[in-house]
């Protein structure tokens, strides 16, 4: 079955512990994309990559870090998470740029205390 | 710099009622536009999209006319069942930035029986 996969699916931390969230894609997809989503403030892009090892910053990509040295992986990294961070996150992925469809993962829910 | 403005919520309607989502936008030169919904629990989806000026896209049964001279892409459905009460994102990327989507607030849709 085609997905994309999230883990953790909820995850509370402390402010400080590092935490990676990691981003799994079965579709051999080249672009991919994280997202926070805030209430009132929609979705806001963080990250995203146009292919492996090609990664460039969306709209808010301050506290947090990507890798893509594979293709079908790409991990958020937050290395010292604080409570502003507390967000609900969201990993995309599209066959090659952001007009075409995206397909979204299931969400991992973050709170940083 | 490019900005989504949607319609805020909730949206209330009783099932077979019309559903009209107001978004406008702003934005450099000619972007692709877009709407997606997020059902209760999931992550987001495409609903559907249009590239160039005049271009409707349409899918289950809604619509979107991208209209240049008001920089609109209204969503519209002419009879709404419960089962499309959901969170809707207009979302739009701009032509020189392959990789960025920029995410209105969300309008959330509450249809009743």
């Known amino acids: 079955e085609a997905q994309v996969t999230q883990n953790p699916r909820y995850l509370i931390t402390v402010t400080g512990k590092k935490l990676t969230v990691t981003c799994s894609q079965n579709?051999?997809?080249?672009?991919m994309s994280w997202y926070r989503q805030d209430p009132g403030l929609g979705l806001r892009q963080i990250y995203y990559s146009m292919n492996v090892e090609v990664t460039d910053k969306g709209d808010v990509p301050e506290g947090y870090k990507v890798s893509r040295k594979e293709k079908r992986n790409f991990p958020l990294i937050l290395e010292s998470p604080s409570p502003n961070q507390t967000s609900l996150y969201f990993c995309?992925?599209?066959?090659?740029?952001?007009?075409?469809?995206?397909?979204f993962g299931p969400g991992t829910r973050l709170t940083v205390l | 710099g490019d900005s989504v403005t949607q319609m805020e919520g909730p949206v209330t309607l009783s099932e077979e009622a019309f559903l009209t989502i107001n978004c406008t936008y702003t934005?450099?030169?000619?972007?692709?536009l877009f709407w997606y919904v997020q059902y209760p629990g999931e992550g987001l989806q495409l609903l559907l999209k249009a590239t160039k000026a005049d271009d409707k896209g349409s899918n289950k049964g809604f619509e979107a006319t991208y209209r240049k001279e008001t920089t609109s892409f209204h969503l519209e459905k002419g009879s709404v069942q419960v089962s499309d009460s959901a969170v809707y994102f207009c979302a739009l990327r701009t032509a020189d930035s392959w990789g960025k989507l920029q995410f209105g607030a969300g309008t959330q849709v509450v249809v009743t029986p």
């Open positions: 995309a992925s599209s066959l090659r740029g952001s007009t075409d469809t995206q397909y």
């Open positions: 934005a450099t030169g000619y972007p692709s």
């Open positions: 579709m051999n997809h080249e672009y």
